[in-house]
């Protein structure tokens, strides 16, 4: 398989854990988001989308690492990223939703830079702009932890699942952003919890080829 993505890419990030934690190898292919190569033609021809990551698998190529990350999980089930209980993985889909859907897609860097290029904002006020929708999604997540009594050091169970591979690369991004995550105890526990495992040490942005 060949992954192309960017260092510093959350989503990117989320993608290199899951292909981690399965086992799998990849090659690495940087796409230099600060030089813009995601938006030449090269590109374009592999994602339309001009948007990072996406995973070529011999003919198939697949992009939106949400479905990517399915994908995985459907084709490459051991060890799995969803529990088994039916209602065991809508909690876990939440929870990972709530980094997905909620924060990060008004986090990302062409959010930013539109913020930034469009409406002239400075880069305190990107900062406010960062710190007010995480901060949001991580009160809701911080709450959800903290009500379930019977998890272990992870976002569920004993084990990682699909609500870490998505929580840790936003902590990373709250961190760059100089987010106090003192207000966030259990998912700052949860983060050092997965920063102990192999999977999500080689996954971290300063890791990679490109950093």
Known sequence: MKLY?????????????????????????????????????????????????????????????????????????????????LEDRARVRAMAAIVGCDIHPINNRRVLEYLRKQLGCDEAAVKIWCRTWVSAGFEAMEDMLAADSGRGEFCFGNAPSLADVYLVPQVESARRFEIDLSPFPHIVAVDRACARLDAFVRAVPSAQLDA
């Open 5 to 85: 993505n960017f260092f510093r890419s959350g989503t990117s990030h989320r993608l290199r854990i899951a292909l981690n934690l399965k086992g799998i190898d990849y090659d690495y292919v940087a796409v230099d988001l600060r030089t813009e190569e995601h938006l030449g033609a090269a590109f374009k021809a592999i994602n339309p989308q001009q948007l990072v990551p996406a995973l070529v698998d011999g003919d198939l190529t697949l992009i939106q690492s949400s479905a990517i990350i399915e994908w995985l999980e459907e084709r490459f089930p051991s060890p799995p990223l969803l529990p088994s209980k």
